[in-house]
């Protein structure tokens, strides 16, 4: 490796890593901002949230990475400019594209890697992340008990505090409600004050009461009850100076759910695992087609059903008679009709007469002409059936006419009739329903699918729209070069918003909504490219001033011409030329 080489790459990684923090950092507080309201209150603890914004950055980190080459190429080449260090290199005789190249070795090391990333780190920690995010909002908030207030963030309890001192411990006139039992308000404890603590590691909370009553009253069969007087229950009540009551605080720890539960969703699966539920998927839809054509018989009870049979049977005797036209085609019958004629005495029967060729000819035809006449009989026997079928057909329809002329039946009919149409109507709506909802998840794999080589390819895209693009502006540090990088970025993720929307609805295709935001931006990287190449000054001033009094001044000139060319003009002119 020379040392141009080195000092490029040296140049390129110290702000890479750098950016690349930097991004993954935007994007993960912009990303758990979302959850926010599902994190106060719940006093997760340090090492939870540093668990989740673990497995969060490394879902980041695919969208990151892209905008770290983009950002950071561009400020390497920026830099080179802005210190006539890549004068100097293009001055010694090496070209842009050679200055390229290290990087572009470099880059290709990071599509793979973004790849492996994307297909395989990725997954594994979205299940670990969405599982934990899952549980972190199915915990109940830590304890808050306010004054004034019934409390039953504790499972079978209800605690009631009419005043709290400034120590959060002390509480004054306290009520607790004991549900345990399942059995009403039947256990009541009344306190003039307490004081509230937890023990165990916050496993347990103790409730340290003075000066109260515990009611209890307990519920009697019914022959106790008609046998008591007055038919009420019996109620025991015991005065206490100091009690102390010990609740369990089980139900405020993060349970954890198994993370097989999560595995099906698509985000937590690679390529091949993709591609088996897109196949999978597919062959439902297929199936939900098939059952639906099968039991379509059931729609039709009348004319519908009769002329589909119809067909069905025209279907079959068109094939037959195919069939047998093209068995007289390839010369079946006449073989067999040779072969009868023309066979040889194997002793069973009677040696029959030589036959000779114009024999045979003429029995051949005799066949011929006897087939075309059961040809013929066939065809006036099937009208005849037809003319018998249309005059059943119009004594069926006087008989219908004559049956629903009363309107009881009429109505009984209509009324039926209606029942079975919205039956199959729901029955179709609920079967169209569903085949959409598979064809958007297929789509919706197919896009996730692609956009795991997709997003890995488009580091090697803003590697051609930074390098160049840097080498153009000559401007490093964090301000051109952030401005630019965050214009190309929206512009990346607006395109891939819009197509991933489209080909969820059907309406493009979800390897092209994938590949669309590189499709767009790989034009600008060639066209930095040869601007680059040709050490076009793009981004300066001076360039378009002059173009614009260029402009101007060929404006000028086209009015002028224009003046001279119009008859008012001439005949000023000739005028004066007169005087």
Same mark, same amino acid.
């Given at each position: ?62 969208? %990151? ?121 039947? /256990? ?10 937890? +023990? ?47 609740? /369990? ?62 067909? +069905? ?7 037959? !008679? ?53 040809? !013929? ?76 080589? %997709? ?105 002028? !011409? ?18």
């Amino acid at each position: 490796m020379k040392k141009l080489d080195k000092l490029i790459l040296k140049s390129f990684f110290g702000p890479f890593f750098l950016t690349f923090l930097v991004v993954v950092f935007i994007l993960l507080v912009q990303y758990m901002l979302k959850y926010f309201d599902d994190f106060v209150g719940k006093d997760l603890g340090f090492s939870v949230f540093a668990e989740l914004i673990f497995y969060f950055s490394i879902n980041m980190s695919q969208v %990151a990475l892209p905008l770290a080459i983009l950002l950071s190429s561009l400020m390497t080449f920026g830099n080179l400019g802005e210190h006539f260090e890549l004068t100097a290199i293009k001055s010694a005789g090496i070209s842009l594209v050679r200055t390229l190249r290290p990087l572009f070795i470099a880059v290709l090391f990071l599509v793979v890697l973004a790849f492996m990333n994307n297909n395989f780190i990725v997954p594994e920690a979205n299940i670990n992340a969405y599982s934990l995010l899952y549980d972190i909002r199915q915990k109940k908030p830590s304890l808050d008990i306010r004054e004034g207030q019934f409390y039953n963030g504790i499972p079978n309890y209800s605690i009631k505090v009419n005043q709290k001192f400034p120590d959060g411990v002390s509480m004054k006139d306290v009520i607790i409600y004991d549900h345990t039992r399942e059995m009403g308000n039947n /256990s009541v404890t009344v306190a003039d004050s307490c004081r509230m603590y937890t +023990i165990l590691n916050d496993r347990y909370l103790v409730f340290e009461l003075y000066d109260g009553n515990s009611y209890q009253e307990s519920r009697q069969n019914e022959f106790n009850r008609t046998a008591s007087f007055g038919g009420v229950n019996d109620l025991a009540r015991n005065e206490f100076s100091q009690m102390k009551m010990v609740l /369990s605080l089980a139900s405020f720890d993060l349970n954890r759910t198994k993370q097989e539960l999560f595995a099906g969703n698509r985000l937590m699966k690679d390529m091949g695992e993709l591609a088996h539920d897109i196949d999978s998927m597919q062959g439902v839809v297929s199936e939900v087609r098939l059952n639906l054509l099968n039991n379509a018989d059931g729609m039709y009870d009348y004319h519908l059903k009769e002329r589909r049979q119809r067909k +069905i049977d025209s279907i079959r005797a068109a094939t037959s !008679k195919e069939r047998e036209a093209v068995a007289v085609s390839q010369g079946e019958v006449k073989i067999t009709v040779e072969d009868s004629i023309l066979s040889p005495n194997t002793g069973n029967t009677p040696a029959a007469p030589r036959i000779t060729r114009e024999s045979a000819v003429e029995a051949l035809a005799k066949t011929q002409a006897k087939t075309n006449e059961q040809a !013929k009989a066939d065809s006036i026997r099937a009208a005849k059936e037809l003319v018998l079928q249309r005059k059943k057909a119009a004594r069926d329809t006087i008989t219908f006419e004559k049956y629903f002329a009363d309107n009881s039946r009429r109505t009984r009919a209509v009324n039926d009739a209606l029942v079975k149409a919205r039956y199959i109507k729901t029955n179709l709506a609920n079967q169209a329903t569903r085949i959409e909802n598979l064809n958007s998840e297929i789509y919706r794999h197919i896009i996730e699918k692609h956009k795991k080589v %997709a997003l890995a390819f488009s580091c090697l895209v803003m590697f051609f729209i930074g390098a160049p693009l840097g080498s153009i502006i000559k401007k490093g540090g964090f301000g051109l070069p952030v401005i630019l990088s965050i214009g190309f970025f929206i512009i990346f993720y607006v395109v891939s918003i819009m197509s991933e929307k489209y080909a969820r609805e059907g309406l493009l295709d979800g390897a092209v909504a994938a590949w669309m935001p590189n499709m767009v931006l790989l034009p600008f990287g060639a066209f930095f490219l040869r601007q680059a190449r040709n050490d076009s000054r793009l981004f300066d001033a001076d360039v378009y001033l002059m173009f614009m009094d260029r402009l101007k001044k060929k404006w000028a000139d086209f009015v002028q !011409k224009k003046r001279q060319g119009s008859p008012t003009e001439k005949a000023l002119s000739d005028q004066s030329e007169g005087e």
